[in-house]
């Protein structure tokens, strides 16, 4: 019922900049959170950046100063502008949703997108 499109990964040089986005469409009565997390190989997912309904933005220490996030709330749209990218930086980004739909809390993420960061 929830469905979210996400786009913008790719290979990049060091040092070079992407923009994620991601587009919620379906039922959806409201937008609690929507995020971005990123699962590199051998490694945990984890949390990139996220920002709630009343535009508190949360980042993980390693992204602060070169990521933004920033969400156009008429579309149901996330952005993940990543500047400065490292080769650390590699990984599949996951677009997350939190809202209530269908009158219940529910967590929703996206396919994932494949970011690369490589000479």
């Known amino acids: 019922q929830v469905q979210l499109v996400e786009s913008g990964g790719g290979l990049v040089q060091p040092g070079g900049s992407l923009r994620l986005s991601c587009a919620a469409s379906?039922?959806?009565?409201?937008?609690?959170?929507m995020g971005w997390y990123r699962q590199a190989p051998g490694k945990q997912r984890e949390l990139v950046a996220e920002?709630?309904?009343?535009?508190?933005?949360n980042y993980a220490d390693s992204v602060k100063g070169r990521f933004t996030i920033s969400r156009d709330n008429a579309k149901n749209t996330v952005y993940l502008q990543m500047n400065s990218l490292k080769p650390e930086d590699t990984a599949v980004y996951y677009c997350n949703l939190r809202a209530i739909v269908m009158a219940t809390k529910s967590d929703y993420w996206g396919q994932g997108t494949q970011v690369t960061v490589s000479s």
């Open positions: 379906g039922s959806i009565f409201s937008v609690n959170v």
């Open positions: 920002v709630t309904r009343g535009g508190t933005t």
